[in-house]
């Protein structure tokens, strides 16, 4: 088991910065990767970001990439999320996950753990 604790979530304003840490315990020794995904009221979660366990390799939605950088510190059991430029439209509750594979997937189901999730509100 797997256990994911999100934090630095917060209001923002249009343009402006902030980063997400994703803190994971329990068997951490296995090979996970990882990735960021967000729900919006009213809205189906969608996929985010994705990184595998080396971080050799990652994957943005087309709405985030050139915007936000996911990344990982395995030595720290940490994924983080550093999201910049943010609009309104990224408003959500965001959620990291964790899957017990080398590969990355955009595939909520994909994915065996997940936190709590972070709330991200940026206005206008």
């Known amino acids: 088991q797997v256990q994911l604790v999100e934090s630095g979530g917060g209001l923002v304003q249009a343009g402006g910065s902030l980063r997400l840490s994703c803190a994971a315990s329990g068997r951490t020794d296995s090979r996970y990767s990882m990735a960021w995904f967000r729900q919006a009221p009213g809205k189906e979660r969608e996929f985010v970001a994705a990184?595998?366990?080396?971080?050799?390799?990652?994957d943005y939605a087309d709405s985030v990439k050139g915007r936000f950088f996911i990344s990982r510190d395995n030595a720290k059991n940490t994924l983080y999320l550093q999201m910049n430029s943010l609009k309104p439209e990224d408003t959500a509750v965001y959620y990291c996950?964790?899957?017990?594979?080398?590969?990355?997937?955009?595939?909520?189901?994909?994915?065996?753990?997940w936190g709590q999730g972070s709330q991200v509100t940026v206005s206008s």
């Open positions: 996950a964790a899957r017990n594979s080398y590969s990355v997937s955009r595939r909520a189901s994909a994915y065996d753990y």
């Open positions: 990184i595998n366990w080396s971080g050799g390799r990652t």
